[in-house]
């Protein structure tokens, strides 16, 4: 395997449409009207957090993927640990630097620290830790309030509403992630957190034909995520939270459609097919 394949596989880039998507929709919730330019910074700048996030979490977990995954890249010695603990502490610090130079008001900075604390904890302490869900659903539900800090003096209840939405799908998300190594599903009621979105997004879905197809993809896509997580398959696990983590984009478009923005929310729904695609190459999990 090449460096830049490992470095990508490392770092989850398949997973990075779900990020960007997550900006937009944070500057849309804002309320803000910022130039192009500056969405495609914040989703570079936060994408540096993601990639630095993934690499710190295979460096922490390389002892437990020795026992559980020997194929992961640090067990199975195609890279040090050393390595991956720098580079991934080096991709956060800079995303924490990117929002502070590009952004320097005093909230899109304590957002962006906070966000960096968080996904260090996460990647720390996530195993075997009961608030390892909610930790990952804090880190996904502060790239919002960055991106929405970065453009615009506060946070608005539209941006609070929809980051706890979010934060509540990667709950149960999160949770369908831990039971990769189990033989079966532990217990179900976690993922009722999944429906969050839709049970906000529901008066969205009846006042508008984008924002009710919206609801139709995000339903179906947890649905079919949640009847695989049911399912004996052996794979079941892996693309469940796969599928899972590519409708994080409907998530956010819903949200966009329910700001009053359809065009928007067209654009954001690209972000799950794109990735589905991506995950073909790099794996999402």
Known sequence: MSRLALYLRLGRVSNLPTVWTNVLAGVVLAGALPPATTVVFLAA?????????????????????????????????????????????????????????????LGAVASALALAAAIILYDARHKENPFGPALMGLCRLLVYTTAALAV?????????????????????????????????????????????????????AARGIVAALVYLALL??????????????????????????????LVDALAIAGAGAPGLALAATLGWPVTRALQRYVRGT
């Open 152 to 204: 615009s003096p506060t946070l608005g209840r539209p941006v609070v509403v929809g980051a706890l939405c979010l934060f509540a799908y990667l709950i149960g998300l999160t949770y369908s992630a831990k039971q990769e190594t189990r033989a079966r599903l532990q217990s179900l009621w976690p993922l009722a957190f999944l429906i969050t979105p839709l049970v906000h997004g529901l008066g969205a």
């Open 45 to 105: 700048a936060l994408s540096l957090f993601y990639v630095g996030g993934m690499f710190l979490n295979d460096a922490f977990d390389r002892a437990i993927d020795a026992r559980d995954r020997p194929e992961r890249p640090i067990p199975s010695g195609a890279i040090g640990a050393g390595e991956v603990f720098t580079i991934g502490y080096a991709l956060v610090a800079a995303g924490v630097a990117l929002i502070a130079w590009h952004s320097p008001r």
């Open 220 to 249: 179906v896509s947890v649905i079919a995520a949640v009847r695989l997580l049911r399912d004996t398959a052996p794979d079941r696990f892996p693309r469940a939270v796969a599928g899972l983590i590519a409708a994080i984009s």
